[in-house]
């Protein structure tokens, strides 16, 4: 039996816009490559030619020219594209192959009616939103601060604020007070954007004294904008300005204000869960030029698309699936609940959308294999060629589930990478065929690596995941770190001049990746080193368990310490004695006896972020004595309150239930 689930067309190299690329280094550089591992090898390599011929393939628009491609290779501190002046807001809005009447944004959502614009409608919202931007005061390098939904406004507000040279920052509304206020007095806006609530599902959610306290707490506020979005006969709160306002007819022509290469397009945040989130930040000309590669070359997305992730914009993929346009994609916005009225509310959305490639999580998928799903028996797919898959690992039964239930000749495409790099940097390509529970690539012009604990590189074996040469979206730095100090000890202290991302990756032979979680949040008895995500696919794969979070408690002695899992039931179940000998049955046979729990217990919810990432370091800080408030800041938290449960058990855990 084949784990092979998808093989490329016999034409991908006509059909495909990596094809495309490949004609034209041929064609431009008397470059030819034999497959795509030569193809990433040279890319990798010769970064000054890599990066430069994406830079003139997709003829991005710039002011400047650079005098050269990469004037310093080192990390941290590369120098990409010095002396070049650009604007990201103008690369987008070129929007390559679509007419001025086509659909280039397609929002829906649980709040309001859809709304779409044309080419021309989100040039004109954008060309409008920036003289208001402009009239308020905003000029190059303020902070423009929104706190909204996945809607047109806060892109539309994206795009006006990079014309101007300003800089971006966005909160999901489902932020609490204390998790945006820690986030934005990090970078002290001085006009703040924010919607009155929002629609989850059938519950509406009033927003209004949120937004009141964040004012409050951030004095480096200028102006206020109020988006009537849950409300839309509503008056605007007292000293703030309409968005109707900020968006009002005006004389004033769409200008870009020419920017260098890593001047900040961007602040985005690590989840904060611990400590105050990092604020990190992003420039104009990395930031493009890696979603060019990415969109284009790795999804091979283009005018015939329309472009569809799910995401919120307190996530990196809300910032990449907004870069579509900058390859001719339309993209489609959704606002609310994916679970509304039931899990195929995406599905149904894509058909009606006519979307091609439809971006979700992994826990998302496997939340639809749960429940017995068969999208394509309840929409209509046929438009949909790709399908993407992120923020957590996706386990081989995700794999073949979406073949089975999404469709037969799509590719799925697992890819991962994070905030830090606003990409992902190991993915899946149109020239590689699709192999279950394995990520297909390491994207070009990132040179990935695992490393063994003495720092050794290693290929067929779990390792460190690092990055050994620079990338332009690697952060132009911290903010208010002048020194690089905080930026350097994020990514750089455990092997100087390599970027350590902190998972873990296997690399097999023939390039293909297998990332098992988080590297602080490893699994190690016995010598035995296992990442979290393969543990939770054992268990996670019987119909009793709805979810799961493992710890495991070094023993200061370096004895095997104490293996703890938590799970929580499936509806209508309870866990008994039977239930935790079948999970450690499980267990013992799928992965090893050194994997059998040492307790199991039974809580209500597992902690996630929210962007539904589990946070196993957390828990495990409560469960060794560190008090909830100092283990995790709650704001950054989906649902602060299943910490309780971890707390009450570090108070009074006795080995009730040793599993055997």
């Known amino acids: 039996m084949t784990d092979v689930l998808w093989t490329p067309p016999a034409d991908v190299l006509q059909r495909s816009r990596i094809g495309a690329y490949l004609r034209w280094l041929a064609d431009h550089r008397g470059l030819e490559f034999a497959d795509y591992d030569a193809l990433w090898r040279w890319s990798v390599t010769d970064l000054d030619a890599f990066w430069r011929s994406i830079w003139d393939h997709f003829e991005v628009v710039a002011h400047t020219p650079p005098t050269a491609t990469l004037a310093h290779r080192g990390m941290p501190g590369a120098r990409w594209f010095p002396g070049a002046t650009l604007n990201y807001a103008e690369n987008v809005l070129r ?140 008056p605007a709160p007292a000293g703030t300005l309409a968005w109707a306002e900020l968006a009002a007819r005006t004389d004033e022509p769409l200008t870009f204000t020419p920017v260098p290469f890593d001047h900040p397009l961007y602040v985005l945040y690590s989840s904060g869960t611990t400590g105050l989130p990092k604020p990190i930040v992003h420039g104009h000309g990395g930031i493009l030029l890696e979603h060019l590669k990415m969109l284009a070359l790795h999804h091979d997305l283009g005018p015939a698309d329309r472009f569809f992730w799910f995401t919120t914009t307190g996530w990196m993929m809300w910032n990449f699936l907004v870069s579509g346009p900058a390859v001719g994609a339309a993209i489609v916005l959704f606002d609310g609940n994916p679970g509304h009225p039931d899990l195929g509310a995406l599905w149904r959305l894509a058909e009606e959308t006519g979307t091609t490639y439809l971006g979700t999580s992994a826990p998302f998928l496997l939340a639809c294999r749960k429940a017995g799903l068969v999208p394509r028996a309840i929409a209509d797919l046929a438009a949909l060629r790709g399908v993407g898959s992120t923020g957590a690992p996706l386990p ?73 040469e620079p990338m332009p979206s690697m952060p132009v730095g911290f903010w208010n770190d002048p020194d690089g100090v905080r930026y350097r000890e994020a990514y750089f202290d455990v092997y100087p001049g390599v970027w350590r991302h902190g998972d873990w990756i296997t690399i097999n032979a023939r390039g293909g990746c297998v990332i098992t979680g988080r590297s602080d949040a490893t699994l190690n008895r016995g010598g035995v080193r296992l990442g979290t995500a393969e543990f939770y696919s054992v ?34 179940v309870t866990l008994d004695d039977e239930l935790r000998r079948k999970i450690c049955r499980e267990l013992r046979t799928a992965l090893s006896p050194r994997h059998v729990p040492d307790e199991i217990h039974q809580v209500r919810a597992v902690p996630r972020t929210l962007s539904a990432k589990k946070l196993e370091v957390p828990v495990k800080k409560i469960l060794t004595g560190t008090p909830v408030d100092q283990a995790a800041a709650k704001g950054a938290l989906a649902n602060p309150e299943s910490l309780t449960a971890f707390a009450a058990l570090a108070e009074h855990r006795t080995p009730d239930h040793p599993a055997t």
């Not at 609530?197 to 951030?218: N, Q």
């Not at 297909?440 to 490393?451: I, K, Q, W």
């Not at 979070?549 to 938590?566: I, N, P």
């Open 95 to 234: 929007m390559p192959g679509r007419a001025d009447d086509d659909q280039v944004v397609i929002a829906h959502g649980q709040t309001r009616a859809p709304v779409t614009l044309t080419a021309a409608q989100l040039r004109e919202q954008v060309r409008r939103v920036a003289a208001g931007l402009h009239r308020l005061g905003v000029t190059t390098g303020d902070r423009v601060a929104v706190y909204a939904p996945n809607i047109p406004e806060t892109y539309v507000l994206l795009l006006a604020t990079a014309s101007l040279g300003a800089v971006f920052s966005s909160c999901a509304p489902e932020f609490g007070t204390r998790s945006v206020t820690d986030r934005w007095q990090q970078i002290a806006p001085t006009v703040l954007v924010a919607v009155d609530g929002y629609r989850y599902g059938d519950k509406p959610v009033d927003r209004r004294a949120e937004v009141s306290a964040i004012r409050a707490a951030l004095p480096s506020l200028r102006h206020t904008v109020s988006i009537p979005y849950l409300d839309p006969d509503g």
């Open 396 to 468: 081989a039964e995700g794999f073949t589930w979406v073949y089975d239930a999404v469709g037969a000749d799509l590719q799925l495409q697992s890819l991962s990478g994070g905030t830090d790099v606003c990409t992902g940097f190991v993915g899946g390509v149109p020239l590689l065929p699709v192999h279950a529970g394995e990520i297909t690539c390491r994207a070009l012009g990132a040179r990935v690596e695992a490393r063994s604990v003495d720092g050794t590189p290693v290929v067929g074996e779990l390792g460190e995941l690092v990055i050994t």
């Open 539 to 572: 268990v996670e794969g019987l119909d009793e368990v709805a979810d799961s979070v493992v710890v495991h408690l070094e023993d200061d002695e370096g004895g095997a310490g104490e293996l703890l899992l938590f799970v929580v039931p499936a509806q209508g």
